[in-house]
């Protein structure tokens, strides 16, 4: 197993290695001189020639990944001339509100979409099973932010029961915190239950022919226990890698919804860093958000193991 | 037969979009761009009269409204059809072709599969939306610029796919009798290899070109995407988010529209896995 782990830890220096070329490109492709791209556009010269100087803008290309590579390893995601930080205060300011969305989103909708979707198999055929996997269809098509301003004007605006946008920090008060993160949870989540319910059943309804399960019914035991003992247990690699790639939803909805939400988030902090052209700050949150997905996805190929003894790399 | 049902459903709503995406003009429509101060915020269904320079009397009406810049949200909404099926066909058939030649060659010659894969891997670990936010930052918001930040995350899940099916189709018997009777690479590609992707390619384009249509609608209501003045389904609800609270239908109209748009998409692409690829049916 060891060695398992070992080869998928390697495995992902490449796929981070293209990732940070692919990043590192993003700013040489642009016409102009990234120097004074970088500066923004209230830089006076020596600002420009200070960065030119920093990044080596002088050498061959080859040289200059090195330096910039270098840095980013130390953490040094440079300086955000729009926000007038380092790049890195920034994104440390902004991880709370993003890492509370996701979390909540992700319990959410792994306790809604698993039932869901072993359900729907169970009753296959059944106008349940249709409901589900029309609603998955449908959670598949309506936008995030189209369900986010339904949410708000359904719960904030008509029936006022919660706070309409804005976002709150743990540490002021765990109420005023779910209150805030309740609707933005719920957008977040139509679309990741529409992917893992429609998975789940999948997987589910594959295993539920299983001699195994033929066994555990024939022995007496009741459905409830079949379904979670035997058949939900069998079907969990797909489901858990699934979860995983679905974090790509996941991070690509964080940045919708924390715009319909107004939750001073990372995502929120992306699309203003773009707006700005504030490339230092662009650069850092796709490498940042590429990582987290890139390590998730490690951390879901490693569960198989104790999901699957049978799976042996 | 449920699933031709669903091709069935998914293809009347979306002849329904084309067609009014096609007749935009003939609609009933005004400019789409024109911007009336008198007429701001006018609430769905208002009515206004105006009288021309020879004194003759009309009445317009607004049947979703008006937004903050008096512009008639109907007229936006039709016109906005334009933009979405464009953005949707292009993406899915740019990424379709790279992705089939990237993918056939990776698929065959050994010594490239490697490089490109690895190519492949990296670039789906950035996530779509956000790739495309990031390639859109490059160059000035125009609608080639967005097509082409959206085909970029996409390709790799067509190489992907192309790759794995030539891969197994490259072992049949029938290619092996090609080759041994030397048949030329190309021609051995296109005559023996290309058919078999042709299935499975038309499926993936399907849902590629509805999640084109979501994140082009997400790109311009972020106000990173299509220059805001052009009537797009995002652009008319980015437009509309300030003033949400007062007046939900700038963003309630397109919404509808997209969701049905994405949704028909999605049903046509879910019928067409079916009906030409059996096996993944019966797993799905």
């Known amino acids: ?313 | 037969m449920p699933r031709q049902r669903s091709v069935l459903i998914g293809a009347s709503i979306l002849a329904v979009i084309v067609a009014i995406a096609l007749l935009a003009p003939y609609l009933g429509t005004r400019d789409p761009a024109r911007i009336d101060p008198v007429a701001r915020n006018k609430r769905p269904g208002a009515e206004r009269v105006v009288r021309a320079d020879d004194g003759t009397r009309t009445t317009l009406t607004y049947w979703m409204g008006t937004d903050s810049l008096g512009r008639d949200v109907y007229s936006r909404v039709v016109y906005g059809a334009r933009v979405s099926l464009v953005v949707g066909v292009s993406v899915a058939l740019i990424s379709a072709a790279i992705g089939l030649v990237i993918g056939i060659l990776a698929g065959y010659l050994r010594w490239l599969d490697n490089v490109v894969m690895r190519i492949m891997d990296g670039l789906m670990a950035v996530p779509a939306i956000l790739l495309a936010i990031a390639l859109v930052s490059l160059s000035k918001a125009s609608l080639r610029t967005v097509i082409l930040a959206i085909v970029i995350p996409e390709v790799p899940r067509v190489v992907r796919l192309v790759r794995s099916v030539v891969l197994s189709i490259r072992e049949e018997p029938y290619v092996e009798a090609a080759r041994a009777l030397g048949a030329p690479l190309p021609l051995l590609l296109a005559r023996h290899v290309l058919p078999n992707t042709v299935a499975p390619l038309i499926v993936q384009a399907t849902f590629v070109c509805a999640s084109a249509i979501l994140v082009e609608a997400i790109l311009s209501f972020l106000g990173v995407g299509i220059p805001p003045e052009t009537p797009t389904w995002g652009n008319i609800m980015a437009e509309g988010r300030a003033l949400f609270r007062l007046f939900p239908h700038n963003i309630l109209f397109p919404g509808i529209f997209l969701a049905a748009t994405v949704l028909a998409v999605n049903m046509l692409g879910d019928g067409l896995r079916d009906t030409l690829d059996p096996r993944v049916s019966r797993r799905l």
């Not at chain 1, 050498?59 to 790049?87: A, H, M, N, Y």
């Not at chain 1, 959670?139 to 029961?161: H, M, N, R």
């Open chain 1, 1 to 313: 197993m060891f060695g398992y782990i070992a080869r998928r830890l390697l495995a992902t220096i490449p796929v981070m290695a293209v990732v940070a070329v692919l990043v590192f490109m993003l700013l040489r492709l642009t016409a102009g001189d990234p120097a004074a791209i970088i500066a923004g556009d209230n830089a006076t010269s020596q600002d420009v020639a200070a960065i030119r100087e920093k990044l080596g803008l002088d050498r061959p290309i080859v040289e200059q990944f090195v330096i910039w590579l270098g840095r980013i390893l130390q953490g040094d995601f440079g300086e955000s001339f729009f926000f007038k930080k380092t790049v890195a205060e920034l994104i440390v300011g902004r991880v709370e509100p993003t890492l509370a969305l996701a979390v909540c989103t992700l319990f959410l909708a792994v306790a809604t979409a698993v039932p869901l979707g072993v359900i729907a198999a169970w009753k296959r055929g059944t106008w349940i099973d249709r409901g589900v996997m029309g609603l998955s269809v449908f959670g598949f098509s309506v936008p995030v932010f189209v369900i986010g301003y339904a949410l708000i004007y359904l719960f904030a605006i008509e029936l006022a029961w919660l706070p309409v946008q804005g976002y709150q920090p743990l540490a002021e008060g765990f109420g005023g915190f779910l209150e805030r993160m309740v609707l933005p949870s719920i957008t977040l989540a139509v679309i990741y239950v529409a992917l893992i319910a429609r998975i789940t059943r999948a997987s589910v309804l594959e295993v539920m022919n299983a001699d195994y399960v033929r066994t555990a019914r024939a022995k007496g035991l009741g459905e409830l226990p079949v379904l979670v003992r035997h058949v939900l247990r069998n079907a969990a690699v797909p489901i858990v890698t699934v979860i995983g790639l679905g974090v790509a939803l996941l991070i690509g909805g964080v940045v919708v919804t924390e715009s319909v939400f107004s939750i001073p988030g990372l995502g929120r902090l992306t699309v203003d860093a773009v707006l700005a052209r504030d490339y230092p700050t662009v650069q850092a949150v796709v490498l940042l958000f590429s990582a987290v997905y890139v390590v998730i996805n490690l951390l879901v190929d490693l569960t198989y193991t104790f999901l699957d003894p049978r799976i042996r790399y």
